[in-house]
């Protein structure tokens, strides 16, 4: 290799920096065993096989700053891109998987580094050794080790993916001490801990760019958060097969709660709370509904409160995510993708085990939605049953098909939260609508004798149903039912029923009840 730091372990003094390489045969950065080391503003071009390389998966705390990969040739030429063969790492540098950036350890920061015209930009690829490699084989659970800062990096031109973390990837607070080689301590590798918790830990995609790609995205991945970034013009601006955001139900009140004082200026006046009724007198939770930090402070000093406060807000209309299926991401708030902006392409949604919120999000142009795209695909996908919710999103979206649904079994649902859900100017879905399903839930056309639910081709024509995926609009919440069993399979459960049902017009003092569906699950 050109430029080579080979198992130097704690190695803070090491530094490449201000290099150019160019025409290299294989790679041009390897950090090997060595951790600490900062390799920043190099540019590497022409560069055969993966231009920055991290080896073995123990490698820890090295900065990755201001480089760049550029590869000048088209992966369709003669040349076949800047892909070798033959090298030690069969997907690194071939034709399978040759990236700019290429890292088996994920405890590394990657920091304002551009890539272009590669097979891959950045690349995640600790399932491609998920033991380890090299001395470290056996010694790291690599897929669930936490990753470092991945901040303002570009990504573009590239033929597959520009971020991309491959395949199944978790990260949990795994112990990784430094004095240990950056080997892991097995037991921590666990999804959770003695006492049942999560130990998953989140990290944010900040400020990142990429455009001109196929992808931009992952296979199947937890705890991650996009967070201010910007996908563009790409063939899918993101990719997702299934993710998992679960957590205590007290810790996504919290969570809900903190994410609306985060947005709410701060103020030293004293106001009235009433935390079992869930108001404030101040001017903020009056005039815009939203949960105050105000009703927050006083949650958070009294926690005992929580189980009588969530079921007063979902009573009174004022909360209506399944805060049962949200979680703390890495900037504390719940929403999965949050500030970014997606301009002229398809977004290919994952199946969520929690909900997947989209807050302060701008889409733009061309812009599809595709729930949960990998329902029933090998081992992916597998409640192929997700929740999509909006909130404070921004929407300029031109062309049609702007949402679908599989035809397998058009599973999913996007639902606006509050404020939006109002949808008094009809942003995104027909005015007053404020959810959408897959044609296939019929049985949602009964609630209030029609008045709640209805077609597409009902509500817009059917020239312009299409737009909707020919799904079902409700101008109410929709939220979906997800019923668990254990140790069962298709073959052997028993059958389950489940009715659907309304309370009917009152008589007298007895409320009657009125079967709206009957369904067998299996």
């Not at 998966?57 to 760049?68: K, P, S, T």
């Not at 196929?214 to 993710?243: C, E, I, P, R």
């Not at 101008?475 to 028993?494: D, F, I, Y």
């Amino acid at each position: 290799y050109c430029l080579h730091m080979h198992q130097l372990q704690q190695c803070p003094e090491c530094v490449l920096q201000g290099n150019a390489v160019e025409h290299s045969q294989q790679r041009a950065v390897v950090v090997h065993g060595t951790h600490l080391a900062t390799v920043e503003h190099n540019v590497a071009y022409d560069v055969r096989g993966a231009s920055y390389y991290i080896e073995d998966g123990n490698e820890l705390y090295n900065r990755f700053a201001y480089n760049v990969a550029l590869c000048p040739f088209a992966l369709e030429g003669p040349l076949h891109g800047c892909t070798i063969p033959g090298t030690d790492n069969g997907e690194a540098d071939t034709s399978l998987n040759q990236a700019g950036f290429w890292s088996m350890g994920h405890r590394n920061d990657f920091e304002g580094n551009r890539a272009a015209n590669s097979f891959n930009g950045l690349l995640f690829h600790s399932s491609f050794a998920p033991n380890g490699r090299g001395g470290s084989r056996g010694h790291v659970c690599a897929p669930n080790v936490p990753f470092g800062r991945i901040v303002g990096n570009t990504n573009h031109g590239h033929g597959r993916f520009g971020f991309y973390v491959l395949v199944d990837v978790y990260p949990r607070d795994v112990a990784q001490p430094l004095e240990n080689n950056g080997w892991t301590e097995w037991a921590t590798c666990e999804a959770h801990g003695d006492a049942g918790e999560d130990r998953g830990v989140p990290v944010a995609v900040l400020d990142n760019l990429d455009y001109h790609n196929t992808w931009m995205g992952s296979y199947n991945l937890g705890d991650l958060q996009y967070l201010n970034s910007y996908a563009a013009d790409s063939v899918n601006n993101l990719y997702w097969k299934s993710t998992e955001y679960v957590a205590e139900e007290e810790a996504s009140i919290i969570s809900y709660l903190y994410a609306k004082d985060m947005m709410l200026a701060s103020s030293s006046a004293t106001y009235s709370v009433d935390y079992k009724l869930g108001t404030c007198s101040c001017p903020n939770h009056v005039t815009s509904g939203y949960i105050c930090k105000h009703l927050f402070g006083v949650l958070a000093h009294d926690q005992k409160s929580v189980d009588e406060l969530r079921a007063t807000l979902i009573d009174s209309a004022i909360l209506t995510l399944d805060l049962e299926e949200s979680k703390n991401m890495a900037d504390s708030c719940a929403a999965t993708i949050r500030g970014a902006v997606f301009a002229n392409g398809h977004l290919s949604l994952p199946d969520v085990r929690g909900t997947l919120l989209m807050e302060q999000t701008s889409f733009e142009g061309s812009v599809t939605f595709e729930a949960n795209h990998h329902c029933g695909v090998g081992v992916t996908g597998m409640l192929c049953n997700p929740q999509y919710v909006f909130l404070n999103s921004t929407w300029q979206v031109t062309g049609e098909n702007t949402f679908q649904f599989l035809a397998e079994n058009d599973a999913g649902v996007f639902a606006l939260a509050p404020p939006d859900a109002a949808n008094a100017e009809g942003r995104i879905f027909p005015t007053g609508y404020q959810a959408l399903v897959g044609g296939s839930k019929t049985y949602l056309l009964a609630l209030d004798h029609g008045a709640t639910c209805r077609t597409a081709t009902e509500v817009v024509g059917e020239s312009a149903a299409g737009r909707y995926g020919h799904g079902i609009l409700c101008r109410k919440p929709v939220r979906r039912l997800n019923v668990w069993s254990r140790a069962q399979t298709s073959a052997g459960a028993p059958r389950l029923q489940l009715e659907v049902l309304q309370c009917a017009a009152a008589a007298g003092s007895t409320t009657s009840l009125e079967a709206l569906a009957t369904m067998g699950i299996w």
